[in-house]
């Protein structure tokens, strides 16, 4: 929340800034009460009697049909008056994007703790399982990445997250300092899930929407190795024109081959319409949308590859605390994969954070 809201609220009134948010539109509830629309969950009078074993009176009923509402992205609506509503913890904390990155280096091997928001999708094919795309921690239940991750191909299918990961090599990552001392993460944490959301108009062909959120199996603990990543909540860093990112990933190196230590590599942003010509040049035709998508990267080993998808595209944010905020997903490329002047095609963040909130649950 921004100083410019927080003086608001103490002017309208503490005790309903704490409990509301500018998502919960006004109602009127049905004997003519201010109330707020809220997900049903929230009104505590309401929901109390509703989750009640016992049958409530006709007339109890008929007022809570009557102060049902619409709210987007939720099952049930309920206009609440103000003193009921339970406090909503935020799905997104502002405690994320903390990295121990201290240096800018072109396709360089990452250190132990950089990015503890990369995540790993483990798939599974008859009792044989494998690493794939990558993935990002955006809270203590969620997992953002590419929509054509979560999707079965050739018969492999999406099975376990896998946290705090930086060499897949190694069961433990450590830093070794020149005095012989060592700071060692945690073993990584490999996390089933529970189920996947895929942006309803993602279309593989146009590589549009190509975004969705993975639900585990239960909250983890964040330790050192792993946090969540901040995502463009606010509008004025949504609205920040960056001169360069940083993508993450465990894909193809120049020697084409998996590589086993989480790789960074710094690219620079392309225009939509420059991206288009380099593609067209090099014998890909693609229609992208400047609203949902963004181009990066093209030059010589320095680029995401195969392997890197569904990760992020990030760079650290000052007036965020200089945190790291993601603003891209690896989404699609060439085959040549940073060897041709192409650059990588990564979804927007930024243009689906509405339907992000909408499609996560506590």
């Known amino acids: ?3 410019r809201n927080i003086l608001t609220c103490l002017l309208v009134a503490i005790h309903v800034c704490s409990v509301l948010s500018q998502s919960d539109p006004a109602c009127q509830t049905p004997t003519r009460k201010a109330g707020f629309c809220v997900a049903i969950e929230r ?13 409530p009176k006709q007339s109890v009923q008929n007022y809570i049909n009557a102060a049902n509402c619409t709210l987007l992205g939720v099952d049930r609506g309920i206009c609440c008056q103000k003193t009921e509503i339970v406090k909503r913890q935020p799905l997104l ?8 990155f201290l240096k800018l280096s072109w396709a360089n091997e990452t250190e132990p703790f950089d990015y503890p928001w990369m995540a790993v999708l483990q798939y599974t094919k008859n009792g044989v399982q494998r690493d794939g795309c990558g993935g990002s921690l955006i809270n203590n239940r969620y997992v953002l990445t590419a929509a054509h991750c979560v999707q079965a191909r050739d018969g492999w299918m999406l099975s376990k997250v896998r946290l705090g990961e930086q060499d897949r090599s190694k069961p433990i990552d450590c830093i070794v300092y020149s005095n012989g001392e060592k700071s060692c993460t945690d073993p990584p944490a490999d996390v089933a899930i529970e189920s996947t959301v895929v942006h309803p108009q993602y279309n593989p062909s146009k590589l549009l929407h190509d975004i969705a959120l993975i639900r585990m199996a239960h909250d983890i603990e964040f330790t050192y190795s792993i946090k969540p990543i901040c995502l463009p909540v606010r509008q004025d860093v949504r609205d920040l024109d960056l001169p360069r990112y940083i993508v993450t990933g465990w894909g193809m190196t120049e020697k084409h081959v998996p590589s086993e230590i989480l790789m960074q590599a710094i690219v620079e942003p392309v225009k939509i319409s420059e991206c288009q010509e380099r593609f067209a040049e090099h014998g890909y035709s693609v229609a992208l949308s400047g609203e949902y998508q963004m181009c990066a990267g093209g030059k010589y080993s320095v ?8 990760g992020p595209l990030a760079f650290y944010v000052r007036n965020m605390g200089a945190r790291f905020v993601q603003y891209g997903i690896v989404s699609a490329g060439v085959n040549a994969c940073g060897e041709a002047s192409v650059p990588g095609i990564y979804t927007r963040v930024s243009s689906y954070m509405d339907w992000i909130i909408r499609s996560m649950r506590p």
């Open 1 to 3: 929340m921004t100083f």
């Open 43 to 55: 009104c505590r009078n309401i929901y109390h009697i509703v989750r009640s074993p016992t049958p």
């Open 93 to 100: 904390s502002e405690e994320c994007g903390d990295s121990t």
């Open 303 to 310: 680029d995401a590859c195969r392997g890197d998808s569904g």
